[in-house]
């Protein structure tokens, strides 16, 4: 059996002590497929005088020479022919600085199983038909950026009975629906069916603001879930407490705190963390995090604060076995958070500078320029 297929069928996604060997030798192959497929991936491994001999144990994982996302904005790699790709998507951004990924079907479908095990573990999964909120873009044929992908993806958690968006396909661009999601909110009050409202948490807090405002209070289903992503960006000066930002959802929608989900993911890192009941993002048997200097990119204590970087073998269309972030954080041991998940945590502290990373993107950039002559 393929050695992803293994990891991403444990029923436990937490259970690092039983499936360490085998993530690292699904990385060590990862790695190997990709070297041999990829030439630029491979001049960037000879550049850096790497052998698969580096990484015979976990600790040594970080050695997997890591390519900075914000490398992947300005540059293409893929270790397979365009046609085998199934699914592509772009992070968001400006055009131009957008990434550009794609996925064959093979890591679809563990990416799929992943997902399912991953989902039921946080009870996230249900049979009953729901209504959704979307608060982002109606999926168009004009655009493949990640974030819509990702948000229609996770309509599909429960039966999609309604999904109103609010950013509506206008054929040539968007335009903002907020008549139609309050409407679709009042509707789907009066309906005895769960309501699930997707999206980013900045457009999450201006809909409860404007209700709140309006002095507009409902009673949603009692299955009603609010799933939220993407962290706040652009409107970071808005963010507020999280325990008072689930005071404001529970007052205006009548969900409770239990049922309000954080996720983090990224286009160049397509796996979900989702943070547990007080409040931290536990790494799962499918990825490590690794917390790496802003300069050196070498691994820092735990406690410190450094760029956030993965390793996950799930990716064999494109060489994201080792990616760095430009979001600061600190891993924790996880048996302080308490939660009953054991493994490490992360916490976002922010946001790195263009700057901070730019000398490392350009090595990766000069080295795959060299791979490519």
């Not at 030439?39 to 000879?46: D, G, H, S, T």
């Not at 949603?220 to 609010?226: D, R």
């Not at 493994?343 to 946001?351: C, D, V």
């Not at 790195?352 to 990766?364: F, L, M, P, Y």
């Amino acid at each position: 059996m393929d050695l992803r297929r293994k990891l991403f069928l444990r029923k436990n996604p937490y259970d690092l002590r039983k499936t360490g060997d085998l993530f690292l030798k699904a990385v060590r192959n990862d790695v190997a497929f990709h070297a041999e497929n990829c030439p630029e991936y491979a001049q960037i491994l000879k550049s850096f005088d790497f052998s698969i001999d580096d990484i015979d144990s976990e600790e040594m994982l970080y050695k997997v020479p890591v390519i900075p996302t914000l490398y992947y904005k300005r540059n293409y790699l893929c270790s397979m022919p365009e046609k085998k790709l199934a699914v592509k998507a772009t992070s968001s951004g400006t055009k131009g600085s957008q990434s550009r990924v794609g996925f064959d079907k093979k890591t679809l479908f563990y990416g799929i199983l992943m997902m399912i095990r991953y989902l039921t573990f946080h009870k996230l999964i249900s049979l009953l038909p729901t209504n959704y909120i979307v608060l982002g873009y109606e999926p168009s044929k004009h655009t493949q950026m990640g974030a819509i992908k990702t948000a229609y993806g996770i309509t599909k958690f429960a039966p999609a009975l309604h999904r109103e968006y609010a950013l509506k396909d206008t054929g040539t661009g968007y335009e903002l629906n907020n008549e139609g999601i309050k409407k679709a909110l009042i509707r789907y009050s009066k309906s005895r069916l769960p309501v699930r409202l997707v999206g980013f948490p900045s457009y999450m807090y201006f809909l409860i603001k404007t209700l709140k405002e309006n002095q507009i209070s409902l009673k949603l289903n009692s299955n009603s879930k609010v799933l939220l992503g993407g962290g706040w960006k652009q409107f970071s000066d808005e963010e507020i407490d999280r325990n008072l930002f689930f005071e404001l959802i529970h007052y205006t929608l009548g969900i409770e705190k239990h049922n309000c989900f954080e996720f983090y993911s990224a286009v160049e890192h397509p796996l979900p963390y989702v943070k547990c009941k007080n409040g931290h993002f536990h790494v799962p048997i499918y990825s490590r995090a690794i917390i790496r200097d802003v300069k050196t990119l070498e691994p820092v204590p735990p406690g410190c604060v450094g760029l956030l970087s993965f390793v996950s073998p799930l990716v064999s269309s494109m060489p994201l076995t080792s990616v760095v972030t430009d979001d600061l954080a600190v891993v924790y041991d996880g048996e302080s958070c308490g939660c009953g998940i054991s493994t490490p945590y992360f916490e976002l502290k922010g946001r790195a500078g263009v700057n901070q990373i730019k000398t490392c993107t350009s090595d990766a950039s000069e080295l795959a320029r060299k791979g490519a002559k």
